[in-house]
């Protein structure tokens, strides 16, 4: 097992979904990966928890906030100063959602969009340091931006987080790489003609499947939907799925 070894300023260091119906959820990832769902017990964490694979923490939930607030898996990025980061968000274009703000002793949050839409949020630990284990099977493997402006997205996470990006083409078309001092980060995709015009910029992210076709057939027995069939690309297959509350994700199946 891949376990983390706290975070990397400028790296994916959590994720969490927010689902308007939290119990259907919970039962659905824990059928689908077989994790363990844990709630914090306190009341002031407003059914915040975790979800658990062998005892490490993989996601958080909750529920959403607000009447028109819809369901997704968030993405946290690692910053040294919440505060810094939400001003450079600005400068460059983002609007901040919500925060900085103190979450209890474990650490600081920021929401925000970037210019394109899509929504993300940095952590800066404490207590909390984010994922326990990834790069597994049942576990996140990898975030990736989808965006109606790749150039205004690349200009604004250079700013923010020194990310650069490195497009490379292919048989199957081309694709971002972001990098931060020349690790991947995560990637970028820019939405074209075939994707809906009604489907935001979003980032999405990726747990890794042993079997990509019997994580579809186990996702739709358990009440989710597939928004994008089984896929083959260079290093494996991957599928696009949506759980019972609508959230989507991606499950991939590396060869």
């Not at 979003?202 to 499947?209: A, E, I, P, S």
Request: net charge negative; aromatic share 12%; proline share 4%.
């Amino acid at each position: 097992m891949t376990e983390a070894q706290g975070p990397t300023t400028g790296t994916i260091t959590w994720i969490d979904l927010a689902s308007t119906d939290l119990d259907h959820s919970k039962a659905f990832y824990t059928g689908l990966f077989g994790w363990d769902a844990f709630t914090v017990p306190e009341p002031d964490a407003g059914g915040y928890g975790f979800f658990l694979n062998d005892g490490k923490q993989v996601a958080g939930f909750g529920p959403t906030m607000g009447d028109e607030a819809f369901s997704a898996w968030n993405t946290y990025v690692s910053v040294d100063d919440s505060d810094a980061t939400a001003e450079r968000v600005k400068a460059a274009g983002g609007q901040v959602i919500a925060g900085p703000m103190d979450v209890f002793d474990q650490g600081r949050l920021t929401v925000f969009t970037d210019p394109t839409g899509a929504f993300i949020s940095t952590w800066q630990a404490a207590g909390m340091q984010g994922l326990q284990v990834r790069n597994e099977p049942n576990t996140f493997c990898w975030a990736e931006l989808n965006t109606r402006d790749a150039s205004a997205a690349r200009d604004f996470y250079r700013a923010v987080f020194g990310w650069n990006a490195e497009t490379q083409e292919s048989d199957e078309g081309s694709y971002t790489e972001l990098k931060r001092d020349g690790t991947t980060v995560a990637g970028m995709y820019a939405m074209g003609d075939d994707v809906p015009a009604e489907v935001p910029s979003h980032w999405r992210v990726y747990f890794g499947v042993q079997d990509a076709d019997a994580a579809v057939a186990r996702a739709q027995k358990l009440g989710g939907s597939v928004v994008y069939p089984v896929m083959d690309f260079g290093s494996g297959r991957y599928a696009v799925l949506a759980d019972p509350a609508g959230a989507v994700f991606s499950a991939i199946q590396f060869t």
